[in-house]
């Protein structure tokens, strides 16, 4: 049998945990997509990294999602109008909600885990290098967006 | 009556979206960013629904719930739960503290506002106040 913990089983439940905060959150419909050329992310300065800690016994790890700070901006303007949310928060509350989902996902196959509370980062270049076991790529409105999922077992 | 709803929740775009989900009824709105701001917020102003988030820094929800069951005054007020995820081992203590119901987020404001009308009259505010 396979484990939820294999990478392909991971990543699948990632992107439907993606896939339905982005339509049921943002109201927007992001399509799977191959890893940006390194030129595309190069070109862009300032990205927002959210990041979920998750925590059971004897297994940690984290959901990292990343986009370009322009597009958060993008999104919460089209969710209330221009000027109204903080992008920041809205990608820590987005961040939070796909955590969510997978964490569910993984409680289907008896994997508890605890959520922690989201924080975000700006950060002035994409993270190129990801410690994941996942990484799935996606794009709305033509940006990128990363998700990266870890976790990881650990003797007491 | 007029329902007062008392929305706790350290993001303040849920908060944003449920202010404006809720904006067409007549109601008072009230907010808060933790479990302790909220439960200073629930004393001041009495409400008759409070819809509470689970992860929150500072005091979460499951914190708040314990600390409003102590409160003579808060003890009935009740509660409808936000969680961003949905496993048992989340829900169950919920149901020990007498939530009257729970959504998963993000949540469908069709099924958010028909729970919450079970629990608070929800009539359409005057076009005037809208």
Redesign the interface.
């Known amino acids: 049998m396979t484990s939820p913990l294999d990478p392909d089983h991971l990543s699948g439940i990632g992107q439907q945990a993606l896939d ?2 982005l339509s ?2 943002l109201a927007l419909d992001a399509t799977p997509s191959v890893a940006p050329q390194e030129s595309e992310l190069a070109a862009m300065q300032g990205w927002l990294m959210g990041q979920v800690p998750l925590q059971a016994e004897r297994r940690s790890g984290w959901v990292r999602i990343t986009l370009p700070e322009p597009l958060a901006g993008r999104a ?1 303007d089209h ?2 109008g221009p000027g ?3 992008p920041t ?2 990608m ?2 987005f961040t ?2 796909v ?3 997978i ?2 996902g993984l ?1 289907t196959h008896g994997l ?6 989201p924080t975000v980062q700006r950060l002035e270049s994409h993270p190129g290098h990801h410690a994941g076991q996942v990484r799935s790529h996606w794009r709305f409105w033509d940006h990128p967006l990363t998700l990266d999922i870890l976790v990881t077992e650990y003797t007491p | 009556m007029i329902p007062k709803i008392l929305s706790v929740d350290d993001s303040r775009t849920t908060r944003l979206l449920l202010a404006r989900l809720f904006r067409p009824f007549l109601c008072e709105w009230f907010e808060a960013a933790d479990g302790e701001e909220g439960l200073v917020r629930a004393m001041e102003a009495r409400p008759h629904l409070i819809i509470l988030d689970y992860n929150m820094p500072i005091l979460d929800g499951l914190g708040m719930l314990h600390r409003m069951r102590e409160i003579q005054e808060l003890r009935r007020t009740p509660v409808m739960m936000l969680t961003a995820e949905a496993g048992l081992a989340t829900l169950a203590p919920l149901a020990r503290l007498g939530v009257r119901d729970y959504l998963t987020k993000p949540f469908h404001d069709e099924d958010l506002l028909a729970r919450a009308s079970r629990i608070i009259p929800l009539n359409p505010r005057p076009p005037e106040t809208a």
């Open positions: 339905e905060v049921g959150f919460a969710l209330f109204v949310a903080d928060d809205l820590g509350e939070n909600l955590a969510g989902r964490a569910s409680a508890t885990f605890t959520l922690h509370t």
